[in-house]
């Protein structure tokens, strides 16, 4: 087995705000932090398999907390005058979008077999242990944009996480770190952090380069209690994030992050990355609050579908690769694998992704000996 050196942001984070740093194989902090994007544009998502140019920022301003939480299986529809999707594809929001309606959000079927009891108090007899759960991609991609619609979980000192990485980044010497980042942190279910990581491939430089979202942005929905579409789009011009086909951050090229190569981040994302999803526990109280020794487990994150577009570089529009319904009894192989590592808290344990009732569930859980 090939052990992974904690391929997510959490890394830069870091030491300096954990609760025990003496037992904490991390990265050194991030450099300097770029401002964030402050517009929010409402952009139109490929409906199909056919070519849809790519946004630009000529589009029209949307407000943040305008997205709006879906209402069925298919991605959200905005409560205006756009007609509702078809299919399962996602919808088309416009300016007048609504502001979030919890109350709309669609649980699950609760009828899943895995059950394990909530841990209420720690047993000072007993000894824990704790898992996570990753959904590792199998393709590489140069530029894209990549959709989930999810339910996030929460418990504090966790993170739940959408990103792409560059499957190499952790061997870090002579290995340049890509690394493009949605997360729900376990202290602030109500809000989500965008990242941009990279570092230049040189063993002299030993931090690496963030550009996470100062302060969070914020939802406008409790992230735990419903399912949102959320997106990434990596183009060479740009990498942008989107929260129900709302989107609340573009990152430019010519931006600049610090001293470094990699100081012009959207520039510098030069590899080819994977599509991940995880759930985890950190070390961090600062960066996703204190750990309570695994009281409130298990959380988990569910994940309704995920659809995967490629990018052409000369007509700059976007072109559906594939999408995975999780239908079927297992993850398709053709597409993913399980995390099976140690990351900070945890061990990723294969057994806590499953795939049950058309949902991808990643669990976050405990053992007591």
């Known amino acids: 087995m090939k052990k992974f050196i904690l391929p997510m942001v959490a890394v830069a984070f870091l030491a300096a705000c954990s609760e025990s740093n003496s037992d904490v194989n991390l990265i050194a902090p991030p450099g300097p932090i770029g401002e964030v994007s402050s517009s929010s544009v409402a952009v139109v998502p490929p409906a199909s398999s056919e070519t849809v140019a790519a946004p630009t920022s000529s589009d029209a301003v949307l407000p943040a907390s305008s997205a709006v939480a879906p209402t069925s299986s298919d991605a959200v529809v905005p409560t205006s005058s756009a007609a509702a999707p078809t299919s399962s594809e996602a919808a088309v929001p416009t300016s007048s979008a609504a502001a979030p309606a919890s109350s709309a959000a669609v649980t699950p079927n609760p009828e899943f077999t895995y059950s394990v009891p909530t841990l209420t108090e720690i047993d000072p007899s007993k000894t824990y242990k704790f898992y996570g759960a990753e959904l590792t991609g199998l393709d590489q991609f140069k530029y894209g944009r990549f959709e989930a619609r999810m339910r996030m979980a929460a418990i504090s000192g966790s993170v739940s996480s959408m990103f792409l990485y560059y499957d190499n980044s952790w ?18 279910p109500n809000s989500w952090q965008s990242n941009i990581i990279t570092r230049e491939g040189d063993p002299s430089i030993k931090s690496n380069t963030a550009s996470e979202s100062k302060p969070l942005h914020d939802f406008g929905f409790d ?36 001293t470094h190569a990699d100081a012009d981040q959207v520039k510098f994302l030069t590899e080819k990355q994977s599509l991940r999803f995880n759930l985890w526990a950190s070390k961090s109280a600062a960066w996703t609050g204190t750990w309570a020794k695994g009281v409130g487990l298990p959380v988990e994150q569910q994940i309704d579908y995920v659809r995967v577009y490629s990018y052409d570089t000369a007509t700059k529009t976007f072109t559906k690769l594939w999408q995975d319904d999780f239908d079927g009894e297992d993850v398709d192989p053709q597409h993913w694998s399980r995390g099976d590592w140690e990351m900070e808290r945890v061990y990723l344990r294969p057994d806590n992704v499953i795939v049950e009732k058309g949902y991808c569930r990643l669990i976050l859980d405990y053992e007591a000996k």
Do not use: C
Not at 172 to 187: A, F, M, S, Y
Not at 225 to 252: C, K, N
């Open 171 to 188: 061997e870090k010497g002579n290995e340049p770190w890509n690394e493009i980042d949605i997360e729900v942190l376990g202290k602030a």
């Open 223 to 258: 992230a735990t209690q419903g399912f949102h579409l959320y997106a990434m789009v990596w183009t060479p011009e740009y990498v942008a994030w989107e929260i129900d086909s709302v989107e609340v951050r573009r990152d430019t090229l010519g931006m600049s992050r610090g």
